[in-house]
């Protein structure tokens, strides 16, 4: 049999792809990157800013992008399509079909120069047709690679046999006009398809009047609109006439839910990003009158409900549920005219500055060529064929799918599917881990603690996230007058690939010894600038970030004397404390090569079946006697699959498994360590030793305290429903009432449970298919069949299922009779009372955390949100990882999801704790509390204060410090009174010089 290579193919250059491609080299696989454009980054690089957290999309993606693009084990073929794939799982041999760059990518140093002479100017695909590019050109500032190449198409020289201008300017040699098409073949064990969506073409829809009506655009050109790297400069513009509009109008479903002239499905997506932008445009602009047009509001994402609702208080974003079937412009003034019905329905006209068409996705238009080059089946809608139970698998053994490829989805999805796609690489080819990686070496540090300080300061626009408050280039002059200063520049993005490599030359060039960036959140970006130095030949720790982004430019925005003083300020403070950082030597641990999943629900098996495929040992420990939880008893998936079957396939399995242990009947009592080496002892005694933990502790279904839930037998919850209909089946004229939100998204649960209304649309259909006979009818809020699960909504609407909309302002009243339960509803539309009266009354009344979350939180010193769901790092970036490292969480116990989605992140658990438990030895941050036993006393101020169990009563009866365990809170420094703990890179000479800075 074929050795198994050890290399990837990933496919598509997007967040999902990207994520996906770093878990697999940062575990020990190569990664062949095959990216479609030019640079990576797909169709986050256009967004302005994320919801909830408000991030810039461009700061938060950057990073990443230049992580790929200098991880040693991660090949980027740019302009490339593959042509052919043949070969088995494993031993897959795949030619690449690679487009004439005509710029040598060798040579190009990415100085611009060329794109600057070119006097050929195209409209730019990125800025969707706002602004121009050259014949020569890189995709955006930031692109990676930062290679420019040169468009066929377009270039004058390569069409008409004149110019050359881009040769003659470049002292590079780079270009090549003899440059040619090219095809080689890469060996690789498993392929991963990220190649993501297109968006939906609205001038199919003439009546709404884009390419007509200047002053309607789709949603991404508002992006670029709104975005400080965009066309406007982030003004937000009308492109008609440059003016400011006040009135704008988002559209929704514009090529969604709408089988006849666009798609049937709902593209998961659109009802939030329209949401955010309205609350971004009043940001921009208090003047802004944003006016939402919606059918059903699927804010069905962690925390989306709540956003919605501040969109509404805090910014008067004004939601109004019409569709909007004509789009008008006064010739006069550019203005648009929309009619819609009122709920009384009264027609009402109205007139806007602007309308942005909320567009929906789609496969790509070579989607149907695509899957027939790697031999793999799709739905009659294009998208590759997966199922409830295997969402990353396609029907070709080997080759996986991930992210808005394998159906409409957020960005939290997609990232959560790249590591889930990368964990299921690594089962397959666990044996060929390490084979084929290159390993990079850093030049040795040359700093000591005796050198002078020579610093270098370098401040950046951020486009004009900064740079539109803070006079960016005087912040820059200040900190080149601080003595120690010997070099102060400012930078349009400090965190593109070009700006990393003029960090290193000018660090090289300048004898630089200690490095500031006045940037954005350390957060998401001190790692990168850390890693920049350290390639420089620096201590990583002796880099200090000054956010002046988040603290200046955005706090106060359109204080620019104001925020300019302050960042002023804010990096004068940063300079001195850089002055006196030190370099700091970080040690290393080994990695226990074993994981602790905590829940044996379908998230907590499949995590530690993935784990175990891997090569790892697993405990899973299950509060209840059996595992399974809260998928027990299910019938059938909203797919159809057979829920009971596939669960008693993963138990069996993992009960099986000779690298799986199953703890059942038990709890974690107690836990220790630190990230790679914890002790967790059960409440049976057991003690386990493992690297890493999972969360996966599930929930529960809500039971309602109203609605008559417990009072008469015959309302019931959802998770009752199979029972009853198995027991007494549907009858003729029976009425079947769904209600759904019971007791859900209202305070103190005001949160979407996201299964309901698919489970509930589901049910419908099933009570019609035994006897069509019976009536259903669903009393909803917002009917939130998002993705593919709008087709089931379809379905249930042609197979009679009624469905009746009311609001908190109207709720149903409910009375017990001997007939059944009678519901008085107040019809919104026709304005008069209507009555049902329910044999059978269903609460479709969601899930909650499970009620051990909390105190497991506690016990690892973990977070939760309002709700009592686990706190992941980030929402965006790092969905499954906790911000305390060698901690993952996955299912429920994170927030409500389907199956699908619970699978999909179990599978990015087990891919995130993959990488970690790959490790031999890891790495421990620096950042850690010193302790100083000369000067201790012992007083156990510290020992009683630290909530990670560092500092301990030693042998000797003294107080020792365990800097593995420590993350360099500082509490132990606050609390000691002899100053015996100092925190390297906060230590008390640093924080004074920066006081002194200040004041």
Known sequence: ????????????????????????????FRV??????????????????????????????????????????????PLSEVAEITGEPGNFSVTIHQKALFVDPEKCTGCGSCEEKCPKKVPSEFEQGLSNRKAIYALFSQAVPSTRVIDKEQCIYLTKGKCRACEKVCTAEAIRFDDTDKE???????????????????????????????NVVTSVQFERILSASGPFQGKITRPADGSHPQKIAWLHCVGSRDPHNGNPWCSSVCCMYTTKQAVIAKEHDANVEPTVFYMDMRAFGKDFDRYIERAKTDYGVRYIRAMISDVRETA?????????????????????????????????????????TFGIETDPHLFPKTNAFRPVESSRPGIFVTGSYQSPKDIPETVAQGSAVAGAAMSLLSEARGTEITTRDLPPETVSADDEPRAGVFVCHCGINIAQTVDVKSVAEIAADI????????????????????????????????????????????????ETIRAAGLNPYLFELADIREQCSWCHMGQGDVATKKAKKLVSMSIEKALRLMPVESSSVPVTPRALVVGGGIAGLTCALSLADQGYGVDVVEKENTVGGLLSGGARSWDGGDVAHFLSSRMEKATNHSLITLHTGTEVAKSDGFVGNFTTTLTDGTTVEHGAVVMAT????????????????????????DASLAETPPEDNEQFLFIQCAESRCEPRNYCSRI???????????????????HVTILYREMRTYGMREMLYAEARDAGVLFAHYSLDNMPELTATPAGVEVTLMDEMAQFPVRFVAQRLILAAGLNPHPSTEELAKKYKLTTNSDGFLLEAHVKLRPVDFPSDGYYLAGLAHAPKNLDETISQALSAAGRAGVLLSKTVLAVSGAVAKHN?????????CVRSCPYGAPFIDTDGKVSHNEVKCVGCGICAGVCPAKAFQVNSFRDDQISAMINAAI
């Not at 074929?2 to 940062?26: F, H, N, R, Y």
């Not at 809500?702 to 008559?708: A, K, N, R, W």
């Not at 309901?756 to 019976?774: D, F, G, M, T």
Request: glycine share 10%; hydrophobic share 35%; with cysteine.
């Open 1 to 28: 049999m074929t050795e198994k290579s050890g290399s990837v193919l990933v496919v598509g250059g997007g967040i999902g792809g990207m994520q996906a491609a770093l878990d697999l080299a940062d575990s020990g």
């Open 32 to 77: 062949h990157m095959i990216q479609k454009d030019s640079s990576i980054g797909g169709t986050m690089v256009m967004l302005d800013k994320t919801f909830p957290t408000g991030d810039c999309s461009m700061c938060m993606i950057s990073p990443k992008m230049v992580e790929v693009g200098r991880h040693p084990n991660i090949d980027i073929h």
């Open 184 to 214: 080689f073949t890469l060996r690789a064990g498993a392929v991963i398809l990220a190649p993501g969506l297109s968006r939906h073409d609205p001038s199919i829809h003439q009546e709404l009047g884009y390419g007509r009506w200047p």
């Open 332 to 372: 006069e003034d550019g203005n648009l005219t929309l009619r819609y019905e009122q709920p009384d329905g009264t027609l009402v006209s109205e007139s806007f500055d602007m309308v942005v068409l909320s567009t929906g996705l789609e496969p790509r238009a070579d989607a149907a060529t695509f899957a027939e």
């Open 483 to 530: 003595e120690g200063v010997v070099h102060a520049e400012d930078m349009v993005y400090a965190c593109a690939q070009d700006s990393q490599e003029k960090i290193r030359e000018r660090i090289a060039e300048k004898g630089l010894n200690r490095v500031v960036v006045a940037s954005c959140t350390p957060r998401t970006h001190e790692p990168l600038f850390r």
């Open 698 to 721: 599930g929930g529960t279904w809500h039971e309602p305290t109203s609605l008559l839930y417990g009072v008469d037998p015959r309302v019931m919850i959802l998770r009752d429903l």
């Open 756 to 774: 309901c209304c698919q489970e509930s649309v589901k049910n419908a259909l099933a009570i019609k298919k035994a006897n069509p006979q019976a």
């Open 933 to 941: 036993r000369d000067l201790c006393m012992s007083c156990l101020a």
